[in-house]
């Protein structure tokens, strides 16, 4: 198994510009997530989706920010327009949905700097 | 959701059991507890989890006090390998699989 797969792996834009981050979770899971770290906040969910429907958006920062899961092997997480304060780590995390205390498995993230 | 506490540092000789503490007095009777380790540059890893009884597996081994309000991960040989930041979480039932990461536990192993 490859495990959760994060593209890119490093993205360094300027400000005003689009981002898509790109995951592909591991085969057979129905719930993926979206984090991001920063030293300031450390690690924070922004969204999770079961069965390609998103859940929990809470902590979707603003409008700038959308993400979406087309299928069960794929998800994008857009920012548009990107601002020198979305420089962070995001990860993508999936997890299979058997009910109960499913753990969570960590892509490697994406490194995002806005200048 | 149930709050954790952990301190913010701590070093382990190598090859000595690291013994990781948290606090979760606030946890409910269906809540579980996590921890996950963050290696420096790479994303979060599972490392175990438990409800009531202690759990074991290749990784670690998690204590958790009669009460539940407290728990300890044993690392029972530390290798250098192990330098990390750990987590300990406490999953609320109510929102399905969302995981809360607080600070952690910053840990140094040495040679």
């Known amino acids: 198994d490859a495990g959760v797969i994060q593209s890119p792996r490093h993205e360094v834009t300027e400000m005003g510009q689009e981002v898509t981050l790109r995951c592909k979770p591991i085969?057979?899971?129905?719930?993926l997530f979206w984090y991001r770290q920063t030293m300031m906040r450390g690690l924070e969910l922004l969204i999770y989706f079961n069965n390609n429907v998103p859940i929990d958006d809470s902590g979707m920062p603003e409008d700038r920010f959308s993400a979406k899961m087309p299928n069960a092997s794929f998800s994008t997480l857009k920012i548009q327009p990107s601002e020198p304060r979305d420089s962070a780590v995001y990860f993508c995390?999936?997890?299979?949905?058997?009910?109960?205390?499913?753990?969570?498995?960590f892509g490697p993230g994406t490194r995002l700097t806005v200048l | 959701d149930a709050k954790t506490t952990q301190p913010p540092s701590m070093d382990c000789a190598e090859g000595r059991a690291a013994n990781l503490p948290c606090n979760h007095s606030?946890?409910?009777?269906?809540?579980?507890v996590y921890w996950y380790r963050q290696i420096h540059s790479q994303g979060p890893q599972y490392i175990i989890h438990?409800?009531?009884n202690n759990e074991t597996n290749e990784m670690a081994s998690l204590i958790i006090t009669e009460d539940r309000k407290s728990s300890t991960l044993i690392l029972p040989h530390a290798t250098l390998r192990d330098t990390a930041v750990y987590y300990c979480i406490v999953r609320p039932k109510a929102a399905g699989n969302k995981l809360t990461f607080g600070g952690g536990t910053r840990v140094l192993v040495k040679p």
């Open positions: 438990g409800l009531k």
């Open positions: 085969s057979g899971h129905n719930s």
């Open positions: 995390a999936s997890s299979p949905d058997s009910g109960g205390a499913d753990t969570q498995y």
């Open positions: 606030t946890i409910s009777g269906n809540e579980y």
